[in-house]
Structure formats: C-alpha cells, structure tokens
C-alpha cells in the first residue's frame, strides 16, 4: 500500500492536507477483478470509493478525483 498525500485549496482558501491510497482487502474475490478501494483521509475522517483498477493506476486522475472528492463535500468527507 503506497499512501499519496496532496494539498488541496478549498474555494474559501483554505489548505487541506489529504492523505490516500488503494486496497482490496475488502473486497469480494469477483471484484478484486476489476475493482478496488479508494481510501481518502482528512484528519480522523475517512472516505471509502469502490473505483476501476484501470483509474487507480493513473496518478493524475486519481488525484483528480480525490481532488473532486474533497472539493464537493466541501472538506467533510466523513
């Protein structure tokens, strides 16, 4: 499990420090196939997103995405 970290501005100009990384151990045998879970962290609140293998293997697009993530829940992803 290799943990990203990124820093992303909020539209009030706040600085959130977002800790997140992929695993399957959760999942079903079937969908450990195709799938896997996204894990975001934001201070003790964690926010899980089942996500196709193929995104989880483009950094930019899933940085994208917990970019997204953060941004509409407007930093309270729990």
Known sequence: MNQSHSVI???NN???DVFYYCTNKKLEAEEKKNFTELII???DCICKMKIQKA???DADALEKMVHNKV???KGHIC
């Open 55 to 57: 995104l989880a293997k």
């Open 71 to 73: 941004i509409n829940t």
């Open 41 to 43: 962290q934001l201070h």
């Open 14 to 16: 706040d600085m959130l």
């Open 9 to 11: 501005a909020m539209p």
